[in-house]
């Protein structure tokens, strides 16, 4: 392999790591900060992706990164809905909600299974011609994504440090002290998952634009894969604060997307790809509890020792 094909190969993984990586931050979001595992994150990134080529396709390229931030807090506000007024476990609202985005999605793409965007122009080839004669013609991809990337977690990080990002903070840890206090942990929970799946939404939308088509699958397994970068970024900062976690979340997309990119360029099995995430999601959860019962198993193990040694 050519040097200049690895340098291909490192920017698709980035690229795709770092559009990713706003899904992982929403579920950082909602799965760290909220306690609420949201099962609706494919079919809400499905519906960020059509309506954002729905109207790029009608003309607006701007606005099609709007309406698909608008889009995923739709479905957030739906699925908080469900949650927290008609009393629906968080795990079957988001499944109720993913199936029925289903159907809205193929209505969006007016009754097909996809849409082709590859005379449309979007952010992408707005951003392209921007930088048609600097040195950075050929990463403008790159570039639109890491700029999406660092608006959402400064924008993340500075939410969570006012009044109401504490609040939201404080629903996921104790919802009967946030009540006390006067806090209503419904509101907190819609503005939480809204916000969450804003950036859902909008990961889908640069996806579906960066690759210049849409389909119904565009989804499938995301939210396996945010909780897979989720947790590989968690391994590398459990302790720290919201900043360096938010960037620990999208260095976890990063690597899930690079060890991605090497399964597919050894020619592994296509179908092998999902069972290397499930086993990647189980490593993920098991090493943090391994180094946590650590001390427990080394003084186990001393004791037995000892024992057989007498």
């Known amino acids: 392999m050519t040097f200049s094909a690895i340098l291909s190969l490192a920017q698709s993984a980035a690229e795709l790591g770092l559009i990713s990586g706003l899904t992982v931050l929403a579920l950082y979001l909602s799965y760290t900060m909220l306690n609420v595992c949201d099962l609706s994150t494919d079919g809400c990134f499905t519906l960020g992706a059509c309506v954002s080529a729905a109207v790029a396709i009608s003309g607006h390229p701007y606005l099609s990164i709007l309406a698909g931030v608008g889009a ?10 469900l949650q927290t007024k008609m009393g629906i476990d968080s795990l079957l609202a988001g499944i109720i909600v993913n199936i029925g985005l289903y159907s809205a999605n193929i209505a969006i793409m007016g009754g097909g299974s996809n849409l082709n965007m590859n005379k449309t122009e979007t952010v992408f080839t707005k951003m392209k011609d921007l930088l048609a ?66 950036f859902t939404g909008l ?46 979340a999208v260095l976890g997309s990063l690597i899930y997307r690079a060890g991605y990119t090497i399964a597919l360029r050894l020619n592994m099995p296509a179908y092998l790809l999902k069972a290397i995430t499930s086993g990647i999601v189980i490593l993920a959860i098991f090493i943090p509890y391994l180094v946590n019962q650590y001390p427990t198993i080394k003084r186990v193990l001393g004791h037995k020792f000892r024992k057989a040694g007498r």
């Open 72 to 81: 995923g807090v739709a479905s957030g506000f739906v699925t908080a809905i």
């Open 133 to 198: 004669e600097t040195p950075f013609k050929d990463q403008y991809v790159l570039v639109v994504a890491l700029i999406a990337v660092i608006l959402v977690v400064a924008f993340l990080v500075l939410f969570l440090r006012t009044r109401l990002g504490l609040a939201i903070r404080a629903t996921g840890n104790n919802p009967a002290m946030v009540r006390s206090s006067s806090i209503n942990p419904a509101f907190t929970t819609i503005v939480g998952l809204c916000v969450a799946n804003a």
């Open 203 to 248: 990961s889908g939308a640069l996806l579906c634009q960066s690759q210049k088509s849409v389909n119904i699958d565009i989804g499938t397994g995301m939210v396996t894969i945010a909780l897979a970068s989720l947790l590989i970024g968690r391994l590398f900062f459990r302790k720290r604060g919201i900043l360096t976690k938010a960037i620990g």
